[in-house]
């Protein structure tokens, strides 16, 4: 029987003297056509596992392209981020074991690895600043892009990575996350349980493992690990700061394989894998953000290098750049997914991180011979992740929509700022189930994090003065960000990283030395041993100062400026609990006035519904109560992380109370009555964009205009509409004589023609005057006998009366005069009361 590829190679020793033996690659293409994709995948295996390296060179890059899609996003390859094992089992188990990192695309990969094949990765599919900085001859500081780029030779199209082949591949597959993002969504797709994020989970247990070393390469010669190509010297790059040698050099490259450390030899894989995810996930920023955390005289010589490249050309191409570089800030959106991606990779990395054993005592003088995979561990976050994640999370708090989509960031970030949550040792519950103190083990982490913890707190506050907190989605972020921060301890500890940064007894040093602290996060972390530092207030400084520059100016959480944020917050937070409360007691009044004269359609008619601006209405009185709750809650975690007492709140909320209108102008902002109706003030602006306050979500216009409704007949209300129009403009000048007059005649025409309390709501809206005046006239309304409720109330009647023998003529005449009497009592009781538009 023919092997699955057996013709393969019948095809290519028949063709063996054309120039070009590329039957591999035509027979896979036209399998991807004709056979199903699990023989696709068993004749791919079998193919990987049985050809020699030199064919297999040749449909890589296509195999690369058919499994994780195209650069520009047209092809879809697997379309692995919509692959789900509940819809489609069979191919997305498949697809797993595939891509597994010890399945036959790994296999592929170790096999060409061996043989030093390089394929070429164009650099303008980069993120946008990394893209800019190399083609202003700006070499990154990753040091994934060392001896890598590659100038195009005479005729060529554009700058070029050269990758070898486990980077090329997952350049691949991690910039898939990025060029798919705006591709829809055929059907709902659950983001954790898509082969996408089942397989960076198990990269991430595989190349970081938490328990154990890295698995070695299933390749016949691990030791056969190339050196990146070196770079054109026609290529002239300007670094961003000091590069150290990168791992791989130090540990493989210059050392015989046959005498290398397993450990060393394979540990380059964990570093490449984390190099290619951060700066695919993460590199999302602009470029000045990225140089303003760089030494003074690396900025000197990239400036002499523009002035230099602005005097040879008339337009300068670093203008072009920064201009393709800023339309590329505003253009980028991160997805729910790719923030749900990144929470993976930052929980997985604490837990790498914290899975490092402490050493002996003994051998704490001599921590040099710690293994290179517990070197990576110790070092990995705040060299690899922490500088990058910073600015993302900066960028997604100032960019994401002020909606419930927001969750995910803000679940990214409470992870990070978390790391003892995905500590070995598991937490102790109590009986009371108390929340447990932070250890001042943690205390290095929250200092060396500092601005993560103040500056993204501080942006967090002005995002939730700007939401609508009746909403159970926001009010649920304000109680898990309170909460977090409310941990027993935590915030002693920020307090303290915050002093620590404010002492004013130690002179920071020149920028060039603090890679000795702050260690340069692109670059291979065992290039330089970072010394022990004893002066913890330099270490803070120095973490500050290279996040966001030496010319920073620090706002201090604990400080005046936003313990008065939070108190605006608290003020928001009790207006959010009393509308949700006269949210809830409408609801209940609403439903319990349903007397059996309004179920006929013969009582109030309100067409405008009660609806509020938020989504409490479609939840019910369930999540009403939850949303209080949350509320509750939060404020009470405030005044304990900003040692708040209740005199002081109850005396803030009393002095909102006393400041409403007492006229039922609660909530609504700043402004002045002018001819042309409500004009906002400055100050009424600055409520409404701040979310302050607002003017009541509801129809303001002619009640007789509004859309026809569901529950409405469209011909009957149409006609109604006509006929009272016509009825109107007859009798206009005899409805409002018989309005204007005094008595019970007047009071009993005012009841039936006029609507003073939607006069009411137009008098505290931007309503024009002239239309006001509209509202105001009498005139009689028939659109209520166009509802279906009304016309099957008035045929269950007729039916009901015809058992007792009563006819309709005359079952219509004590309809009449029982409603003749009902608003006879109505008219005597209150006059200003909704009418019933007759």
Same mark, same amino acid.
């Given at each position: 029987?023919?092997?699955?590829?057996?013709?393969?190679?019948n095809?290519?020793?028949?063709?063996?003297?054309?120039?070009?033996?590329?039957?591999?690659?035509?027979?896979l293409?036209?399998?991807?056509?004709?056979?199903?994709?699990?023989?696709?995948?068993?004749?791919?295996?079998?193919?990987i596992?049985?050809?020699?390296?030199?064919?297999?060179?040749?449909?890589?890059?296509?195999?690369?392209?058919?499994?994780?899609?195209?650069?520009?996003?047209?092809?879809?390859?697997?379309?692995?981020?919509?692959?789900?094992?509940?819809?489609?089992?069979?191919?997305?188990?498949?697809?797993?074991?595939?891509?597994?990192?010890?399945?036959?695309?790994?296999?592929?990969?170790?096999?060409l690895?061996?043989?030093?094949y390089?394929?070429?990765?164009?650099?303008?599919?980069?993120?946008?600043?990394?893209?800019?900085s190399?083609?202003?001859?700006?070499?990154?500081?990753?040091?994934?892009?060392?001896?890598k780029?590659?100038?195009?030779?005479?005729?060529?199209?554009?700058?070029?990575?050269?990758?070898?082949?486990?980077?090329?591949?997952m350049?691949?597959?991690?910039?898939?996350?990025?060029?798919?993002?705006?591709?829809?969504? #055929?059907?709902?797709?659950?983001?954790?349980?898509?082969a996408?994020? &089942? !397989? /960076?989970? =198990?990269? @991430?247990?595989?190349? %970081?493992?938490?328990?154990?070393?890295?698995?070695?390469s299933?390749?016949?010669?691990?030791?056969?690990?190339?050196?990146?190509?070196?770079?054109?010297?026609?290529?002239?790059?300007?670094?961003?700061?000091?590069?150290?040698?990168?791992?791989?050099?130090r540990?493989?490259?210059?050392?015989?394989?046959?005498?290398?450390?397993p450990?060393?030899?394979?540990?380059?894989?964990?570093?490449?894998?984390?190099?290619?995810?951060?700066?695919?996930?993460?590199?999302?920023?602009?470029?000045?953000?990225?140089?303003?955390?760089?030494?003074?005289?690396?900025?000197?010589?990239?400036?002499?290098y523009?002035?230099?490249m602005?005097?040879?050309?008339?337009?300068?191409?670093?203008?072009?750049?920064?201009?393709?570089?800023? #339309?590329?800030?505003?253009?980028?959106?991160?997805?729910?997914?790719? &923030? !749900? /991606?990144? =929470?993976? @990779?930052?929980?997985? %990395?604490?837990?790498?991180?914290?899975?490092?054993?402490?050493?002996?005592?003994?051998?704490?003088?001599h921590?040099?011979?710690?293994?290179?995979l517990?070197?990576?561990?110790?070092?990995?976050?705040?060299?690899?992740?922490?500088?990058?994640?910073?600015?993302?999370?900066?960028?997604?708090?100032?960019?994401?929509?002020?909606?419930?989509?927001?969750?995910?960031?803000?679940?990214?970030?409470?992870?990070?700022?978390?790391?003892?949550?995905?500590?070995?040792?598991?937490?102790?519950?109590?009986?009371e189930?108390?929340?447990?103190s932070?250890?001042?083990?943690?205390?290095?982490?929250?200092?060396?994090?500092?601005?993560?913890?103040?500056?993204l707190?501080?942006?967090?506050?002005?995002?939730?003065?700007?939401?609508?907190?009746?909403?159970?989605?926001?009010?649920?972020?304000?109680?898990?960000?309170?909460?977090?921060f409310?941990?027993?301890? %935590?915030?002693?500890?920020?307090?303290?990283?915050?002093?620590?940064?404010?002492?004013?007894?130690?002179?920071?040093?020149?920028?060039?030395?603090?890679?000795?602290?702050?260690?340069?996060?692109?670059?291979?972390?065992?290039?330089?041993?970072?010394?022990?530092?004893?002066?913890?207030?330099?270490?803070?400084?120095?973490?500050?100062?290279?996040?966001?520059?030496?010319d920073?100016?620090?706002?201090?959480?604990?400080?005046?400026e936003?313990?008065?944020?939070?108190?605006?917050?608290?003020?928001?937070?009790?207006?959010?609990?009393?509308?949700?409360?006269?949210?809830?007691?409408?609801?209940?009044?609403?439903?319990?006035?349903?007397?059996?004269?309004?179920?006929?359609?013969?009582?109030?008619?309100?067409?405008?519904g009660?609806?509020?601006?938020n989504?409490?209405?479609?939840?019910?009185?369930?999540?009403?109560?939850?949303?209080?709750?949350? %509320?509750?809650?939060?404020?009470?975690?405030?005044?304990?992380?900003?040692?708040?007492?209740?005199?002081q709140?109850?005396?803030?909320?009393?002095?909102?109370?006393?400041a409403?209108?007492?006229?039922?102008?609660?909530?609504?902002?700043?402004?002045?009555?002018?001819?042309?109706?409500?004009?906002?003030?400055?100050?009424?602006?600055?409520?409404?964009?701040?979310?302050?306050?607002?003017?009541?979500?509801?129809?303001?216009?002619?009640?007789?205009?509004?859309?026809?409704?569901?529950?409405?007949?469209?011909?009957?209300?149409r006609?109604?509409?006509?006929?009272?129009?016509?009825?109107?403009?007859?009798?206009?000048?005899?409805?409002?004589?018989?309005?204007?007059?005094?008595?019970?005649?007047?009071?009993?025409?005012?009841?039936?023609?006029?609507?003073?309390?939607?006069?009411e709501?137009?008098r505290?809206?931007?309503?024009?005057?002239q239309?006001?005046g509209?509202?105001?006239?009498?005139?009689?309304?028939?659109?209520?006998?166009a509802?279906?409720?009304?016309?099957?109330?008035?045929?269950?009647?007729?039916?009901?009366?015809?058992?007792?023998?009563?006819?309709?003529?005359?079952?219509?005449?004590?309809?009449?005069?029982?409603?003749?009497?009902?608003?006879?009592?109505?008219?005597?009781?209150?006059?200003?009361?909704?009418?019933?538009?007759s």
């Open positions: 029987m023919t092997s699955p590829f057996g013709r393969y190679r095809a290519e020793a028949a063709s063996a003297h054309l120039p070009t033996p590329s039957y591999l690659l035509a027979g293409k036209a399998d991807c056509l004709n056979k199903p994709f699990a023989q696709r995948c068993h004749d791919l295996a079998a193919v596992e049985e050809f020699p390296a030199k064919e297999l060179h040749a449909i890589f890059p296509w195999l690369v392209e058919n499994v994780f899609g195209s650069l520009d996003g047209v092809i879809l390859g697997w379309n692995l981020r919509c692959l789900q094992g509940r819809t489609n089992p069979t191919e997305y188990n498949i697809a797993l074991d595939f891509l597994d990192p010890g399945g036959p695309m790994m296999k592929l990969v170790y096999k690895q061996a043989e030093e390089r394929y070429d990765f164009p650099v303008s599919y980069l993120p946008g600043p990394v893209k800019v190399i083609q202003e001859r700006i070499l990154p500081e990753c040091s994934l892009y060392h001896n780029v590659q100038f195009p030779s005479s005729g060529g199209l554009g700058l070029n990575l050269v990758l070898n082949p486990f980077e090329y591949c350049f691949y597959f991690a910039i898939s996350l990025i060029t798919q993002r705006n591709i829809p969504m #055929t059907c709902h797709v659950s983001t954790s349980n898509s996408y994020f &089942v !397989l /960076v989970d =198990r990269y @991430l247990k595989w190349f %970081l493992p938490t328990e154990g070393s890295v698995l070695p299933p390749s016949s010669d691990p030791g056969g690990v190339p050196s990146p190509a070196p770079r054109s010297p026609s290529m002239s790059f300007t670094s961003y700061g000091m590069h150290p040698t990168s791992l791989l050099k540990h493989v490259a210059h050392q015989p394989s046959v005498n290398a450390d450990a060393s030899q394979e540990i380059w894989r964990s570093e490449t894998l984390l190099q290619i995810f951060v700066e695919m996930w993460l590199h999302h920023y602009s470029l000045d953000m990225y140089q303003k955390m760089q030494s003074p005289h690396i900025k000197l010589e990239v400036l002499h523009r002035l230099s602005s005097s040879i050309h008339h337009s300068s191409p670093a203008q072009s750049s920064y201009q393709a570089l800023h #339309t590329y800030q505003e253009l980028f959106k991160p997805t729910e997914e790719h &923030v !749900l /991606v990144i =929470r993976l @990779l930052v929980k997985h %990395l604490h837990a790498f991180s914290n899975s490092l054993k402490p050493e002996p005592v003994s051998l704490s003088a921590s040099h011979t710690a293994s290179p517990a070197e990576f561990k110790r070092i990995v976050i705040p060299r690899f992740v922490q500088q990058k994640l910073y600015v993302f999370l900066q960028h997604c708090f100032g960019h994401w929509p002020l909606d419930a989509s927001f969750r995910a960031v803000l679940e990214m970030w409470l992870s990070y700022l978390q790391p003892w949550r995905y500590a070995p040792e598991k937490p102790i519950l109590s009986a189930s108390q929340p447990r932070v250890s001042e083990k943690w205390a290095p982490f929250i200092q060396e994090n500092l601005l993560m913890y103040t500056k707190f501080v942006g967090f506050l002005n995002r939730a003065l700007r939401t609508d907190l009746v909403s159970p989605k926001n009010a649920l972020m304000v109680f898990r960000v309170a909460k977090v409310a941990q027993p301890n %935590l915030a002693e500890m920020i307090q303290k990283g915050e002093q620590l940064f404010l002492e004013t007894d130690l002179v920071v040093p020149p920028r060039q030395h603090r890679l000795f602290v702050s260690p340069s996060f692109g670059g291979s972390f065992l290039s330089s041993r970072t010394p022990t530092i004893t002066d913890v207030s330099f270490k803070v400084k120095s973490h500050v100062y290279s996040l966001e520059g030496q920073f100016q620090y706002k201090q959480m604990f400080g005046p936003v313990r008065n944020l939070v108190l605006r917050l608290a003020q928001l937070i009790g207006q959010a609990q009393q509308t949700a409360k006269s949210i809830s007691d409408h609801s209940i009044e609403a439903t319990a006035s349903q007397s059996f004269f309004s179920w006929l359609r013969f009582g109030p008619s309100d067409l405008n009660s609806y509020t601006g989504d409490l209405d479609e939840i019910g009185q369930d999540s009403i109560k939850k949303t209080d709750e949350y %509320l509750e809650k939060a404020l009470e975690y405030l005044c304990q992380i900003f040692r708040l007492n209740e005199a709140l109850s005396q803030l909320l009393l002095n909102w109370g006393a409403q209108d007492e006229n039922g102008k609660k909530q609504l902002p700043d402004c002045i009555e002018s001819e042309d109706g409500l004009i906002l003030t400055p100050l009424g602006r600055y409520q409404i964009i701040n979310g302050l306050r607002r003017f009541p979500v509801e129809y303001q216009g002619d009640p007789e205009l509004q859309p026809i409704r569901s529950y409405e007949n469209t011909t009957l209300v006609l109604l509409f006509q006929l009272s129009s016509t009825i109107n403009r007859q009798f206009a000048g005899s409805m409002e004589t018989l309005c204007a007059k005094e008595g019970f005649l007047g009071s009993f025409c005012r009841y039936h023609l006029c609507n003073p309390c939607l006069e709501r137009a505290h809206s931007p309503l024009s005057k239309n006001l509209q509202i105001r006239q009498p005139r009689i309304s028939l659109r209520f006998l509802s279906y409720r009304t016309l099957l109330s008035l045929l269950l009647i007729y039916f009901i009366a015809s058992w007792f023998c009563i006819g309709p003529v005359t079952c219509s005449f004590l309809l009449f005069i029982g409603y003749v009497f009902y608003a006879v009592l109505m008219t005597f009781f209150t006059e200003r009361r909704k009418p019933h538009q």
